[in-house]
Nanobody, 123 residues
Framework: QVQLVESGGGLVQAGGSLRVSCAASGRTFSSYGMAWFRQAPGKEREFVAGISRSGGRTGYADSVKGRFTISRDNAKNTVYLQMNSLKPEDTAIYYC????????????????WGQGTQVTVSS
């Protein structure tokens, strides 16, 4: 069993930056591929970024490529999402998720989910 707890969300102006974190407890954190998803009001949950167990491979949605950076610190059992040049359309609840396999853009591949953290970008 893995527990995931997100933090760091908040309100930021367009063009600003924010870093959200996801702390994991339970089984060995480095055993899991990790990802960030988001869900805006009235929309389906979507993949934002993923990172391999070692952190050596990452992937991003086209909508955030070049603006967001996912990273992990296995010693601290934490995965991060650095968000720069934020846009109002980035407003959503951001969730971290863990999979027993390589990260995937498909949310059904993930067994563990955090409770989410709200990110609001004002124009």
């Amino acid at each position: 069993q893995v527990q995931l707890v997100e933090s760091g969300g908040g309100l930021v102006q367009a063009g600003g930056s924010l870093r959200v974190s996801c702390a994991a407890s339970g089984r060995t954190f480095s055993s899991y591929g990790m990802a960030w998803f988001r869900q805006a009001p009235g929309k389906e949950r979507e993949f934002v970024a993923g990172i391999s167990r070692s952190g050596g491979r990452t992937g991003y949605a086209d909508s955030v490529k070049g603006r967001f950076t996912i990273s992990r610190d296995n010693a601290k059992n934490t995965v991060y999402l650095q968000m720069n040049s934020l846009k109002p359309e980035d407003t959503a609840i951001y969730y971290c998720a863990a999979t027993d396999y390589m990260y995937s853009i498909r949310d059904v591949e993930y067994r563990y989910w955090g409770q989410g953290t709200q990110v609001t970008v004002s124009s």
